[in-house]
Protein backbone atom coordinates (compact mmCIF):
# COMPACT_ATOMS: atom_id res chain seq x y z
CA UNK A 1 0.00 0.00 0.00
CA UNK A 2 1.45 3.52 -0.65
CA UNK A 3 1.67 5.97 1.14
CA UNK A 4 0.35 9.94 0.54
CA UNK A 5 3.33 11.80 -1.42
CA UNK A 6 3.50 15.35 -2.01
CA UNK A 7 5.75 17.59 -4.31
CA UNK A 8 7.90 19.35 -4.07
CA UNK A 9 9.46 18.98 -0.50
CA UNK A 10 10.41 22.69 -0.44
CA UNK A 11 9.76 25.77 -2.62
CA UNK A 12 10.73 29.19 -2.43
CA UNK A 13 8.69 32.04 -4.60
CA UNK A 14 8.46 35.59 -4.41
CA UNK A 15 5.48 37.49 -3.98
CA UNK A 16 2.92 38.14 -6.81
CA UNK A 17 4.19 34.60 -8.93
CA UNK A 18 2.16 31.61 -9.38
CA UNK A 19 2.62 28.17 -7.76
CA UNK A 20 1.23 24.52 -8.06
CA UNK A 21 1.44 21.79 -5.27
CA UNK A 22 0.77 17.98 -6.48
CA UNK A 23 -0.18 15.10 -3.94
CA UNK A 24 -0.73 11.41 -5.03
CA UNK A 25 -3.35 10.08 -2.54
CA UNK A 26 -3.16 6.55 -1.27
CA UNK A 27 -4.28 3.44 -3.18
CA UNK A 28 -7.47 3.12 -2.77
CA UNK A 29 -8.97 6.44 -1.44
CA UNK A 30 -10.62 8.74 -4.23
CA UNK A 31 -11.14 11.73 -1.67
CA UNK A 32 -8.06 14.34 -1.36
CA UNK A 33 -8.07 17.63 1.33
CA UNK A 34 -5.85 20.23 1.59
CA UNK A 35 -4.60 22.21 4.32
CA UNK A 36 -2.49 25.20 5.01
CA UNK A 37 -0.10 24.92 8.24
CA UNK A 38 1.14 28.21 9.81
CA UNK A 39 3.79 27.91 12.15
CA UNK A 40 2.84 27.05 15.36
CA UNK A 41 -0.79 26.66 14.18
CA UNK A 42 -2.94 23.66 13.59
CA UNK A 43 -3.75 23.11 10.12
CA UNK A 44 -6.69 24.93 8.20
CA UNK A 45 -9.04 23.26 5.55
CA UNK A 46 -8.74 25.06 2.18
CA UNK A 47 -11.26 22.75 0.45
CA UNK A 48 -11.78 19.15 -0.22
CA UNK A 49 -11.92 17.06 -3.99
CA UNK A 50 -13.70 13.84 -4.30
CA UNK A 51 -14.01 12.17 -7.98
CA UNK A 52 -12.81 15.30 -9.19
CA UNK A 53 -15.56 17.33 -7.85
CA UNK A 54 -14.89 20.87 -5.35
CA UNK A 55 -16.60 19.03 -2.46
CA UNK A 56 -16.53 21.48 0.07
CA UNK A 57 -14.71 24.46 0.66
CA UNK A 58 -12.78 26.93 4.00
CA UNK A 59 -12.44 30.35 4.16
CA UNK A 60 -9.47 30.89 1.26
CA UNK A 61 -9.61 33.24 -1.47
CA UNK A 62 -10.44 32.34 -5.16
CA UNK A 63 -6.34 32.89 -5.93
CA UNK A 64 -6.23 29.23 -4.42
CA UNK A 65 -7.73 26.52 -6.45
CA UNK A 66 -7.45 22.70 -7.35
CA UNK A 67 -7.91 20.10 -9.70
CA UNK A 68 -8.09 16.08 -9.22
CA UNK A 69 -7.80 13.97 -11.50
CA UNK A 70 -9.15 10.74 -12.79
CA UNK A 71 -6.14 8.85 -10.64
CA UNK A 72 -7.57 11.24 -7.93
CA UNK A 73 -4.38 12.79 -7.40
CA UNK A 74 -4.49 16.57 -7.03
CA UNK A 75 -2.89 19.33 -7.39
CA UNK A 76 -3.39 22.58 -5.41
CA UNK A 77 -2.75 26.34 -7.37
CA UNK A 78 -2.28 29.66 -5.26
CA UNK A 79 -1.89 32.46 -7.95
CA UNK A 80 -0.53 36.15 -7.30
CA UNK A 81 1.32 34.86 -3.96
CA UNK A 82 1.54 36.94 -0.53
CA UNK A 83 3.78 36.87 2.04
CA UNK A 84 1.53 35.50 4.60
CA UNK A 85 1.17 32.58 2.10
CA UNK A 86 4.35 31.29 3.75
CA UNK A 87 2.88 27.79 5.90
CA UNK A 88 3.49 24.06 5.48
CA UNK A 89 0.56 22.87 2.91
CA UNK A 90 -0.75 19.33 3.37
CA UNK A 91 -2.92 17.17 1.76
CA UNK A 92 -5.14 14.20 2.83
CA UNK A 93 -6.44 11.43 1.42
CA UNK A 94 -9.88 9.16 2.47
CA UNK A 95 -11.91 6.85 0.90
CA UNK A 96 -16.09 6.60 0.51
CA UNK A 97 -17.61 7.10 4.20
CA UNK A 98 -14.25 6.94 6.03
CA UNK A 99 -13.47 9.86 7.96
CA UNK A 100 -9.64 9.16 8.58
CA UNK A 101 -7.69 11.32 6.74
CA UNK A 102 -4.25 10.38 5.55
CA UNK A 103 -1.55 12.88 5.68
CA UNK A 104 1.40 13.77 3.17
CA UNK A 105 4.54 15.20 4.48
CA UNK A 106 3.41 18.61 3.26
CA UNK A 107 5.47 20.99 1.02
CA UNK A 108 6.91 23.75 2.76
CA UNK A 109 6.38 26.90 0.65
CA UNK A 110 8.44 30.15 1.80
CA UNK A 111 7.41 33.45 -0.39
CA UNK A 112 9.59 36.31 -0.04
CA UNK B 1 -17.12 31.73 12.66
CA UNK B 2 -16.90 27.83 13.89
CA UNK B 3 -13.90 27.49 16.05
CA UNK B 4 -12.27 24.57 18.17
CA UNK B 5 -9.95 25.61 21.21
CA UNK B 6 -7.27 23.77 22.64
CA UNK B 7 -5.75 23.96 25.96
CA UNK B 8 -2.93 24.28 27.20
CA UNK B 9 -0.83 25.40 24.21
CA UNK B 10 2.17 24.04 25.94
CA UNK B 11 2.81 20.82 28.29
CA UNK B 12 6.44 20.23 29.61
CA UNK B 13 6.01 17.05 31.77
CA UNK B 14 8.52 14.53 33.70
CA UNK B 15 8.93 11.09 32.14
CA UNK B 16 6.44 9.00 33.84
CA UNK B 17 3.41 11.98 34.62
CA UNK B 18 0.27 12.20 33.34
CA UNK B 19 -0.92 14.55 30.35
CA UNK B 20 -3.86 15.73 29.58
CA UNK B 21 -5.13 17.91 26.68
CA UNK B 22 -8.77 19.66 26.44
CA UNK B 23 -10.74 21.06 23.16
CA UNK B 24 -13.75 22.72 23.31
CA UNK B 25 -15.87 23.75 20.54
CA UNK B 26 -18.09 27.08 19.65
CA UNK B 27 -20.78 24.74 18.24
CA UNK B 28 -22.27 20.83 18.76
CA UNK B 29 -19.62 18.40 16.84
CA UNK B 30 -21.23 15.42 14.57
CA UNK B 31 -17.62 13.54 15.13
CA UNK B 32 -14.21 14.57 16.24
CA UNK B 33 -10.96 13.35 15.51
CA UNK B 34 -7.71 13.17 17.20
CA UNK B 35 -3.91 13.68 15.57
CA UNK B 36 -0.60 13.36 16.78
CA UNK B 37 2.36 15.53 15.18
CA UNK B 38 5.93 15.10 16.01
CA UNK B 39 8.72 17.70 14.85
CA UNK B 40 9.35 17.99 11.45
CA UNK B 41 6.56 15.54 10.45
CA UNK B 42 2.76 15.89 9.70
CA UNK B 43 -0.67 14.91 11.54
CA UNK B 44 -1.07 10.82 12.16
CA UNK B 45 -4.41 9.96 12.55
CA UNK B 46 -5.32 8.43 16.19
CA UNK B 47 -8.94 8.06 16.31
CA UNK B 48 -12.44 9.29 15.81
CA UNK B 49 -15.28 9.57 18.54
CA UNK B 50 -18.99 10.12 17.16
CA UNK B 51 -21.04 9.17 20.22
CA UNK B 52 -21.83 11.44 23.15
CA UNK B 53 -20.08 10.71 25.78
CA UNK B 54 -17.94 8.04 23.97
CA UNK B 55 -14.60 6.99 25.96
CA UNK B 56 -11.86 4.86 23.74
CA UNK B 57 -8.92 3.59 24.74
CA UNK B 58 -5.66 2.89 23.42
CA UNK B 59 -2.73 1.32 25.41
CA UNK B 60 -2.22 4.26 27.66
CA UNK B 61 -4.06 6.73 26.03
CA UNK B 62 -7.62 8.08 27.02
CA UNK B 63 -10.35 9.52 24.72
CA UNK B 64 -13.34 11.16 25.89
CA UNK B 65 -15.94 12.96 24.05
CA UNK B 66 -18.64 15.51 26.19
CA UNK B 67 -22.25 14.81 26.68
CA UNK B 68 -22.96 18.06 24.73
CA UNK B 69 -20.87 16.88 22.23
CA UNK B 70 -18.86 20.68 22.31
CA UNK B 71 -15.54 18.95 24.03
CA UNK B 72 -13.72 16.37 24.11
CA UNK B 73 -10.03 15.26 26.13
CA UNK B 74 -7.24 13.17 25.42
CA UNK B 75 -5.02 11.81 28.61
CA UNK B 76 -2.22 10.19 28.30
CA UNK B 77 -0.75 7.60 31.60
CA UNK B 78 2.61 7.48 32.60
CA UNK B 79 4.33 9.53 29.63
CA UNK B 80 7.13 8.29 27.73
CA UNK B 81 9.99 10.43 25.52
CA UNK B 82 8.12 8.64 22.39
CA UNK B 83 4.72 10.86 23.14
CA UNK B 84 6.90 14.18 22.61
CA UNK B 85 4.80 15.86 19.78
CA UNK B 86 2.13 17.85 19.14
CA UNK B 87 -2.15 16.61 19.84
CA UNK B 88 -4.58 18.39 17.43
CA UNK B 89 -8.28 17.83 17.99
CA UNK B 90 -10.37 18.16 14.82
CA UNK B 91 -14.13 17.98 14.31
CA UNK B 92 -16.59 18.19 12.19
CA UNK B 93 -20.03 20.21 12.16
CA UNK B 94 -23.08 18.59 10.68
CA UNK B 95 -22.26 16.22 7.72
CA UNK B 96 -19.80 18.93 6.35
CA UNK B 97 -16.49 17.79 5.13
CA UNK B 98 -14.68 20.74 6.70
CA UNK B 99 -12.62 19.38 9.21
CA UNK B 100 -11.65 22.03 12.11
CA UNK B 101 -8.50 21.70 13.52
CA UNK B 102 -7.53 23.13 17.28
CA UNK B 103 -4.32 24.95 17.40
CA UNK B 104 -3.31 22.26 19.50
CA UNK B 105 -1.02 21.34 22.51
CA UNK B 106 2.87 20.86 22.44
CA UNK B 107 3.75 18.13 25.06
CA UNK B 108 7.73 17.85 25.63
CA UNK B 109 8.36 14.76 28.37
CA UNK B 110 11.71 15.31 30.45
CA UNK B 111 14.03 11.99 30.42
Known amino acids: ETGVTQSPTHLIKTRGQQVTLRCSSQSGHNTVSWYQQALGQGPQFIFQ???????GRGNFPPRFSGLQFPNYSSELNVNALELDDSALYLC???????????FGPGTRLTVT | GQQVMQIPQYQHVQEGEDFTTYCNSS?????IQWYKQRPGGHPVFLIQLVKSGEVKKQKRLTFQFGEAKKNSSLHITATQTTDVGTYFC???????????FGSGTRLLVRP
Open chain 1, 49 to 55: YYREEEN
Open chain 2, 90 to 100: AGRVDSSYKLI
Open chain 1, 92 to 102: ASSSDGVYEQY
Open chain 2, 27 to 31: TTLSN
